[in-house]
């Protein structure tokens, strides 16, 4: 065993993978082949099931079983209208694993996930809520920093682990997001007590992946400085940041909040409409980027270490390039 497998063991067991690194549910990005990929090459892959209605995560479920033996989870958001239903096809396939995103879990969701054996995986954005979740029966928590692709909080990794690790790592596996590019970091967090990682950008050009062709040559162009927080213009008017590549579409959603709040001023919609234009402006727009490739329109979401993606190659090659990197910080 190497020092990293040992400093990995309890986090590789709890997923049931060779090493302890998730493949962070990436929408529209994290589906059959994506996500049998990373568990086949010893990793954990998760399946992106918050925009899917039930029927749908249904298939992909089956899909995926097809196509790997090895554990994977299953990530659904919080406040998916029909996310009983969703956990109800979840026990169907017996999923060993699943991760909810989004907020605190709703009354039963948790229950009904342990119903049917499965373990229940949460985000925790600050302590008091790791320790509430932990006492809600959650069987292991994600960090996740504001270095991370897509939708974020206000804290860095850096400063999340520090504050939140310490104090849960002894009673739940606790896995580390956001920023991690580099084997070097996935030591530096393990060696801190993370039972493992989470990774999201850092597998987007992956060879498996079924992202658009310009949506990955955006990835291999991007650097830490163009993946920008979307910015809320105005205080009545709640924009929960998301993480992307600068484009026209950002600009633009600046546009439409200055535009929304005078509409608002003048007395031309009320609140519950001007939140609803600002809530609807990103509805599809990662889908855009992501299948239909308009990076310049479309929410083309990345995390601050892409500009460390700089080939497109095979899953395998990424993780092992991330391990020998880790090994080698460790040795
Ligand atoms: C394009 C993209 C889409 C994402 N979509 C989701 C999602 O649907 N649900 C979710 O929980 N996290 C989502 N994430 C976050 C990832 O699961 C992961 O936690 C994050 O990418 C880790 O940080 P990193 O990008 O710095 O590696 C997304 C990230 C990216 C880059």
Redesign the pocket.
Same mark, same amino acid.
């Given at each position: 065993m190497t020092r990293l497998t040992t400093l990995m063991t309890r986090g590789a067991a709890f997923l049931g993978s060779d090493v302890a690194i998730?493949?962070?549910?990436?929408?529209?990005?994290?589906e059959r082949n994506l996500v049998s990929a990373m568990s086949n090459a010893g990793g954990f892959g998760?399946i992106?099931g918050?925009?899917m209605p039930p029927e749908l995560l249904d298939k992909e479920i089956e899909a995926t079983k097809a196509m790997t033996a090895r554990s994977f989870g299953v990530?659904l958001?919080t406040m998916h209208p029909q996310l009983l239903d969703l956990i109800a096809v979840c026990a169907k396939h017996k999923v060993s694993h699943v991760?909810l995103?989004?907020g605190l879990p709703p009354a039963g969701a948790i229950e009904a996930i342990k119903a049917f054996g499965a373990k229940v995986i949460c985000?925790a954005p600050a302590l008091a809520l790791a320790k509430k979740l932990i006492r809600s029966g959650v069987d292991a928590i994600?960090i996740?920093?504001m270095?991370?692709?897509?939708?974020i909080g206000p804290v860095s990794?850096s400063v999340l682990v520090q504050e939140i690790l310490p104090e849960i790592k002894d009673q739940v596996p606790v896995f580390v &997001? *956001?920023? %991690?590019?580099r084997g070097e970091m996935m030591a530096s967090y393990v060696e801190q007590g993370a039972a493992g990682v989470?990774?999201?950008?850092?597998?987007?050009c992956a060879t498996e992946c079924i992202?658009h062709p310009a949506f990955k040559k955006a990835f291999l162009r991007g650097n830490a400085r163009d993946a920008i927080a979307s910015v809320q213009i105005d205080p009545r008017l709640p924009v929960i940041p998301v993480?992307?590549l600068k484009n026209a579409g950002t600009e633009e959603f600046t546009r439409k909040q200055v535009e929304v709040a005078a509409m608002l001023d003048r007395g031309e919609v009320d609140m519950a409409a001007a939140q609803l234009e600002i809530e609807h402006f990103w509805a599809g727009a990662?889908r855009r980027?992501?299948i239909d490739g308009d990076v310049e329109n479309g929410?083309?979401? &990345? *995390?601050? %270490?892409?500009g460390m993606v700089k080939t497109e190659e095979p899953v395998a090659d990424i993780l092992a390039a991330l391990v020998a990197e880790a090994e080698a910080a460790l040795a």
């Amino acid at each position: 065993m190497t020092r990293l497998t040992t400093l990995m063991t309890r986090g590789a067991a709890f997923l049931g993978s060779d090493v302890a690194i998730m493949a962070g549910a990436m929408s529209w990005i994290s589906e059959r082949n994506l996500v049998s990929a990373m568990s086949n090459a010893g990793g954990f892959g998760v399946i992106a099931g918050g925009a899917m209605p039930p029927e749908l995560l249904d298939k992909e479920i089956e899909a995926t079983k097809a196509m790997t033996a090895r554990s994977f989870g299953v990530n659904l958001i919080t406040m998916h209208p029909q996310l009983l239903d969703l956990i109800a096809v979840c026990a169907k396939h017996k999923v060993s694993h699943v991760v909810l995103a989004g907020g605190l879990p709703p009354a039963g969701a948790i229950e009904a996930i342990k119903a049917f054996g499965a373990k229940v995986i949460c985000f925790a954005p600050a302590l008091a809520l790791a320790k509430k979740l932990i006492r809600s029966g959650v069987d292991a928590i994600v960090i996740e920093g504001m270095e991370a692709g897509g939708h974020i909080g206000p804290v860095s990794t850096s400063v999340l682990v520090q504050e939140i690790l310490p104090e849960i790592k002894d009673q739940v596996p606790v896995f580390v &997001a *956001g920023g %991690i590019g580099r084997g070097e970091m996935m030591a530096s967090y393990v060696e801190q007590g993370a039972a493992g990682v989470q990774i999201g950008t850092r597998l987007v050009c992956a060879t498996e992946c079924i992202a658009h062709p310009a949506f990955k040559k955006a990835f291999l162009r991007g650097n830490a400085r163009d993946a920008i927080a979307s910015v809320q213009i105005d205080p009545r008017l709640p924009v929960i940041p998301v993480r992307a590549l600068k484009n026209a579409g950002t600009e633009e959603f600046t546009r439409k909040q200055v535009e929304v709040a005078a509409m608002l001023d003048r007395g031309e919609v009320d609140m519950a409409a001007a939140q609803l234009e600002i809530e609807h402006f990103w509805a599809g727009a990662l889908r855009r980027a992501v299948i239909d490739g308009d990076v310049e329109n479309g929410s083309v979401m &990345a *995390g601050q %270490i892409v500009g460390m993606v700089k080939t497109e190659e095979p899953v395998a090659d990424i993780l092992a390039a991330l391990v020998a990197e880790a090994e080698a910080a460790l040795a």
